[in-house]
């Protein structure tokens, strides 16, 4: 029977080369197979081994993880900006254990959005649009100053701007596409204007209560 080795989870920032960290190259290197979303296919180009799409079958990508690893291949799993936001790596570990995964964290678009408007995020609410109806998550979100909800789609943006006017208070709201990439853009948009804004499928938008601005 071959070693089993721990599945290793590899946060790889927002999307730039210069927001990857050392680490997280140090452990692509040690694959034997990567498993990487639609964004990620081409990352470490200098790792040539076998790359499975991670797709949208969540079970079945970690039964393909699960056989690998029975034949005793290192798997890494690529995920964007960290493990810790809204990426595959909480199924993952509940499926393998946390004793059996090892995670490498990677910088957060979430990050990178409070970096550029110079905001500290401790408090801050993630969401990811669309995950409940806006009037449950209203009233959940109410008393929080800092919103950031994830995605771009239309959809989501549609979701976000539904929101926004049942949270109540004096909000401002920004957006943030591209992050680190040639076309990052942070833009200030009226509450009342999101819906209208076309947006990137790689868009935060961030809800800040005015005060909180320095
Ligand atoms: C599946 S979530 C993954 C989040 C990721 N784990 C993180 O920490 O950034 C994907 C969402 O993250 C946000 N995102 C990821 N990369 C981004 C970027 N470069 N610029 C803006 N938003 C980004 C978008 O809201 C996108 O819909």
Redesign the pocket.
């Known amino acids: 029977m071959p070693l089993k080795k721990k599945i290793v989870i590899i946060g790889c920032g927002?999307?730039s080369e210069s927001y990857i960290t050392p680490a997280a190259r140090a452990a692509a290197r040690q694959a034997d197979v990567l498993i990487v979303s639609r964004r990620l296919k081409d990352l470490f180009p200098d790792v040539a081994v076998e790359r499975i799409d991670s797709g949208t079958d969540v079970d079945g990508i970690i039964d393909t993880m699960a056989a690998r690893r029975e034949e005793g291949r290192q798997v890494v799993l690529l995920?964007?900006?960290?493990?810790g936001?809204?990426?595959l790596a909480q199924p993952v570990i509940r499926r393998f254990g946390r004793e059996q995964c090892e995670v490498i964290p990677g910088i957060?678009?979430?990050q990178v959005a409070f970096a550029r408007l110079a905001l500290d995020w401790q408090d801050v609410r993630i969401i990811t649009a669309c995950s409940l109806s806006p009037e449950a998550a209203a009233g959940d979100l109410k008393s929080a100053g800092k919103i950031a909800v994830?995605?771009?789609k239309e959809g989501a943006i549609r979701w976000t701007a539904e929101l926004i006017p049942m949270l109540g208070g004096d909000r401002r709201v920004f957006l943030?596409?591209?992050?680190?990439?040639v076309n990052e853009r942070i833009r200030e948009v009226h509450p009342g204007r999101l819906r209208e804004v076309p947006v990137p499928?790689?868009?935060?938008v961030l809800i800040i209560e005015r005060d909180l601005l320095p």
């Open positions: 927002p999307g995920a964007t900006g960290d493990p936001i809204a990426s957060s678009s979430v994830l995605g771009g943030c596409e591209d992050l680190t990439l499928a790689r868009a935060i």
